[in-house]
């Protein structure tokens, strides 16, 4: 994996969040990149339940990412982090009594995954109980895992088929000298946690 920017995509005035989707999956295409199948990644929230010593508990966000399909990280709100495997899901069914799964909560993103030179490229569609929330873009530069040695490229290369809407580069930890998986998923936790607080774009319920 290498370094990585995740951001979130506004719907075109007048058009629907899928013909947003399309239209970036265009020029993309345009670009001459080629389609590499589909990619989606999740994330669930548990609340921790009553904490019988009186401290404040952190919720927790179990994720998983087609990149990785054997593996998922959880992550405490404000850290610590620990990447598992695939059975860490049913060892929260487990630890029920101190954790709530907050169904309701469950946000993914899924769509297309592209390939040009040395960058992938996923545009997806944001949805949280089947109904579309916006659109997310993923840019990956494959040739390096150090952040400042490439950031500036993919700003660059992003702002080839998001024109304004391509965003501020993450900010990457000072101490950071290379670029990390749970980097990205904290970007897409960051994400998640936007869209949530959202309103559900209307009519557009995920195809």
Partial sequence: MGVTCVCQVPVTEGKSVQQTVDMLQKKLEQLGAVKQGNFWVDCE?????ANATGQQSKQLYVMHNSEAPLSCMALFEGGPYLTADVNFDVLMVKLKSHFQ???????????????YCDFLVKVGTIAMSSSAKGISVEVEYCASVIPG?????????MQSFLGSNAPEMPTIK???Q?????????????LFGKVRKQQVVPGSGVR
């Fill in 45 to 49: 929230t548990y609340h921790p339940t």
């Fill in 101 to 115: 799964n907050a169904k309701s909560h469950k946000v993914e993103s899924r769509g297309a995954r592209y390939r």
């Fill in 149 to 157: 040695d490439c950031l500036n490229l993919i700003k660059e290369f």
């Fill in 174 to 176: 000072p101490d950071s």
């Fill in 178 to 190: 290379v670029y990390t998986p749970v980097e990205t998923m904290s970007q897409y936790l960051e």
